[in-house]
């Protein structure tokens, strides 16, 4: 049987970094002389590159207002947006338990790479994963996973994310898709974009991986 490849999106999978990223955006629209938002109205952007999160904010697609407003927010966010930041109950677990159980993990995520390492390195997971691939604004979350594609070519991908992107993304690749419920997408979301199954819980994406390593695909949820 072929090794099974767990990629792992970050934000809102394995840690919930809302407080971080809605601050910054705020920052950023201050920086330009824009409004603040409440948390709540933020929440939508958890997970989206940040060139599609400033176009809709800002209402425009003119690139070079867009690369301001991302270089506001990253002045905040590498300084301390990603300190304020938090795993989800039973995630360092759960990846320790894959890991023990002789899975490959990764963490693609649209975050730029550098960030995504420090946010590893602060909740002390790094050395669960084979590899950390970021995006920035030079990647889609799609080129990372064809990347892990051609490293790991005997293995079978499943891509674990909470949202639409995570889904299109592992779809596109060919990858076998769990949408977890404990981030920022729907069952709705996560049903529409291709999950093949979706988690309740951390104890559950366990349980499910588990099962894959014997069984064929399966839509039921767990």
């Not at 409004?35 to 070079?64: C, H, M, N, V, W």
């Not at 966010?77 to 159980?101: A, D, Q």
């Not at 993304?169 to 049903?191: D, H, N, P």
Request: with cysteine; aromatic share 8%.
């Amino acid at each position: 049987m072929n090794p099974i490849i767990i990629v792992f999106d970050l934000d809102g999978t394995l840690s919930d970094p809302v407080v971080g990223i809605a601050a910054s955006i705020n920052h950023a629209l201050k920086r330009l002389g824009l409004a603040p938002r409440p948390q709540e109205a933020l929440e939508k952007y958890i997970g989206p590159p940040l060139q599609d999160i400033f176009s809709d904010l800002l209402d425009t697609r003119d690139e070079e207002s867009i690369l301001e407003a991302i270089g506001f927010f990253r002045e905040r966010y590498f300084k301390v947006g990603y300190r304020e930041n938090m795993l989800y109950p039973g995630i360092e677990e759960t990846l320790e338990s894959l890991k023990n159980g002789g899975y490959t993990l990764y963490i693609a995520t649209a975050k730029k790479e550098s960030v995504a390492r420090s946010v590893t390195d602060y909740f002390g997971i790094s050395t669960c994963f084979k590899d950390v691939l970021g995006c920035g604004l030079q990647r889609r979350k799609v080129d990372l996973l064809r990347e892990i594609r051609v490293r790991e070519k005997r293995g079978r991908l499943i891509m674990v994310g909470d949202r639409k992107h995570d889904m299109a993304a592992g779809k596109e690749t060919g990858c076998f898709c769990i949408g977890v419920l404990w981030g920022y997408g729907s069952r709705e979301e996560l049903r529409q974009s291709g999950a093949d199954q979706i988690c309740r819980c951390p104890r559950d994406l366990t349980k499910t991986i588990g099962a894959l390593s014997d069984t064929p695909k399966s839509e039921e949820d767990v």
